[in-house]
Each structure stands twice: as C-alpha cells, then as structure tokens.
C-alpha cells in the first residue's frame, strides 16, 4: 500500500509524519516497514501500550529499564559494598547477566509454548520467580 508523508504545521519539512496502510493477517499480526523501525529505534522487542479511552495502540522501542532495573542494580551493588570506583564496570556486568537471564527464559518459554501451547503465563510466572530467587 502507499506511503503517505506530511509535515505538521509549525514544523520544518524535515520533520515529517509518515503513515502506511498495512494488512492485518488472519493471526492479527502486523507488519512494520523496516524504515519505520530504524527511524525509532525498534530493535527484537517493541513494547504495546493500548489506551482505552483514545482507543489507540501504541507500538515503541522496549527499553529494559521501565521496569527501574538501573536502580535496583545499583541499590544491589551499593549493599554489596562495591566502591564507587568501580561501580560503573560492575552495573555493566550485571546489567548484561540480567538481560542474558531475560533472554535466557524468554527462548525457553517459547520452547515450551511450541511443545505445550497451554503452559502459558504459569510456566513464565513460575520461572520469573526462581530467577527471582537466585
């Protein structure tokens, strides 16, 4: 379908809003122009925000952090008694086992999904929480 470019008023060419027509398949899936996701950012996750009231879905970049991750990091190696001198290296370093853990689980709920398409949300609760406790 067509790509549709306009600018908004008050703004410089440049800044253009840009709107495609797409297909929606018989599984609801939606296929986003690849220009469209390197003009934001979009990398192998998006997060989806449905608003109620405006009755429109919002679809941005996943950002790791909405969920304060930084800060309970830091506050764990504060407790832990890291020094300040090196407290930029060791949040680099968890902050990498964290998102190697996410991933982790998240291949492995989607191994199970496929063998067990039921096993769902109490399969992924389940694993969140001994990640937790570890």
């Known amino acids: ?27 609801r899936q939606v296929t986003i122009p ?45 407790a832990e008694g890291v020094p300040p001198s090196k407290l930029a290296a060791a949040f680099s370093r968890r902050k990498a086992e964290i998102e190697a853990a996410i991933h982790h689980v998240c291949a492995e709920v989607g191994s199970v999904l496929k063998k067990n398409p039921n096993a769902g949300r109490d399969y992924l609760a389940e694993r969140l929480k001994e990640m937790e406790q570890k």
Not at 55 to 61: D, F, G, L, S, Y
């Open 34 to 78: 690849k220009d469209f996701c390197e003009a934001v950012g979009i990398g192998s996750l998006v997060e989806i925000v449905l608003d109620d009231e405006s009755r429109t879905i919002v679809v941005r970049p996943y950002d790791a952090d909405d969920w304060n991750i930084a800060e309970h990091i830091i506050e764990d190696l504060v």
């Open 1 to 27: 379908m067509a790509e549709v470019a306009y600018a908004r008023p008050g703004q410089e060419e440049a800044t253009m809003t840009r709107r495609v027509v797409r297909q929606v398949t018989s599984k």
